[in-house]
C-alpha cells in the first residue's frame, strides 16, 4: 500500500477538466450530502481536493489529507464489510444526468492491475448538470448499481447508485468532484484563492444541518483485539470479526487504524489486564511525514497459568508536542 490512498489518476480520461480553479466567486449553490452515512461515524473524509497547484499536496484546512492532482472529495466508509452490505449514493443537488457509465468491474486496485483501469479511472459513474454552470461527478460506483440514463431528471436526495469499487481506487469510497464552469471547486473550502489554506473551516457548499462538516484528522477507523498479527487487507476486507480472541488464544493483539496522521505525531498502543498488569506496551517512532493512514498493532503471549478472567483494557494514544494527547480506548472481555 502507497503513503498516498489514491482513488482516480487522471480524470481527463472521463471528463477533460482544469485543476481547482477561479471561476467561482460566491454565487449561490448548495449541495446535499452525497451518501447515505453519517460523516464522522460510519463514514469519513479520506481526501480532500489539492489545493497545492505544484508537485506537493495540501488540503484547505493546511493538512496533509490528499494528495498531488487530486480534484475532488473521497468519503470512505470503515472497510468492505458495509461496502457488501450497500451504502446508497445520492445526486447532492437537482439536475439533470448528464452522463453514466456502468459496467466496470468492481475491484481493489493494485500496482498489478492499475493498467487494467487506464481510461477508466472514475469506474461507474455519474455526471449531473445542476445549471448555471454547476456540476457534480461521483466515481467508483458498484457495477450494475447505476440505474440511471442521460437525460433524467434527478431530484436532491435520489439515489443514483451504491458505493462500489470500480475504477481506480484502493479503498471503499465515493469521489465527488464539484465542478463549476469546469473549473473544479472544493466544497469544503468553495471561496478560498488558489494556493491559499487556512485552519479557519470556511463555509461549505453543503448545507444538509444533519451532518458534521467538521475538518477532522486522527480519525481512529477500526480498532478491536485479535489473535495475532493483522494485515491492512484483512482490516480493509472487513474480516476481523473472525479474528477475535479467547481465552484459548496463544497471544492477544490490540490493533488500530487511523487515518490522517500528521508529521511529528508519535503514537502509542498498550494493553492492560485485569489488574492493571501490562500485558503490552509499545511506542512508535515520531512520524517523518504525514500519513494517510496507519495500522499498529502489539501484542502479548498467554501467561503459563493462562488468561485471568476479566476486562482487558486497550489505550491507543497520539501526541503531538504541545498540542496534547489524543486517547482511544477498547476493551475486550474474558
Ligand atoms: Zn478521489
Redesign the pocket.
Known amino acids: 500500500m502507497g503513503l498516498r490512498l489514491l482513488?482516480?489518476w487522471g480524470m481527463m480520461a472521463f471528463f477533460g477538466h482544469a485543476l481547482i480553479g477561479q471561476a467561482y466567486a460566491g454565487q449561490p449553490f448548495s449541495l446535499g450530502f452525497p451518501l447515505e452515512c453519517k460523516l464522522g461515524e460510519t463514514c469519513f473524509v479520506q481526501?480532500y481536493v489539492d489545493h497545492e497547484l505544484g508537485s506537493g499536496y495540501r488540503d484547505f484546512h493546511c493538512g496533509a489529507m490528499t494528495y498531488d492532482g487530486?480534484d475532488?472529495?473521497?468519503f470512505r466508509i470503515a472497510s468492505m464489510a458495509e461496502e457488501r452490505a450497500g451504502v446508497a449514493v445520492l445526486a447532492a443537488a437537482n439536475g439533470v444526468v448528464k452522463r453514466v457509465r456502468d459496467g466496470v468491474p468492481d475491484a481493489l486496485m493494485t500496482a498489478a492491475t492499475k493498467a487494467e483501469v487506464a481510461g477508466e479511472e472514475c469506474g461507474n459513474g455519474v455526471i449531473i448538470d445542476h445549471g448555471d454552470g454547476w456540476q457534480t461527478q461521483y466515481?467508483h460506483l458498484r457495477r450494475g448499481s447505476v440505474a440511471l440514463a442521460a437525460g433524467r431528471k434527478v431530484k436532491r436526495g435520489q439515489m443514483i447508485g451504491l458505493i462500489g469499487l470500480s475504477g481506480a481506487t484502493e479503498f471503499p469510497?465515493l469521489?465527488l468532484t464539484v465542478r463549476h464552469k469546469d473549473e473544479v471547486v472544493d466544497p469544503f473550502a468553495p471561496t478560498l484563492a488558489v494556493e491559499a489554506c487556512s485552519e479557519q473551516q470556511s463555509a461549505a457548499l453543503f448545507d444538509d444541518r444533519n451532518q458534521n462538516y467538521q475538518y477532522r484528522d486522527r480519525i481512529v477507523l477500526n480498532f478491536g483485539f485479535a489473535d495475532g498479527p493483522v494485515q491492512t487487507s484483512e482490516i480493509e476486507a472487513g474480516e476481523m470479526a473472525a479474528r477475535v480472541p479467547d481465552r484459548a488464544s496463544g497471544v492477544i493483539v490490540a490493533y488500530v487504524r487511523v487515518m490522517g496522521l500528521n508529521q511529528g505525531d508519535v503514537q502509542t498502543v498498550s494493553i492492560i489486564g485485569p489488574d492493571g498488569e501490562v500485558i503490552a506496551e509499545r511506542a512508535f517512532d515520531p512520524l517523518d511525514r504525514p500519513k494517510a493512514q496507519n495500522v499498529l498493532f502489539v501484542g502479548g503471549k498467554r501467561p503459563k497459568e493462562g488468561w485471568k478472567a476479566g476486562i482487558y483494557s486497550a489505550l491507543y494514544s497520539v501526541h503531538h508536542g504541545e498540542k496534547g494527547t489524543f486517547d482511544k480506548w477498547f476493551f475486550l472481555k474474558f
Open positions: 482513488c482516480v481526501n487530486h475532488g472529495t473521497d466515481c469510497h469521489h
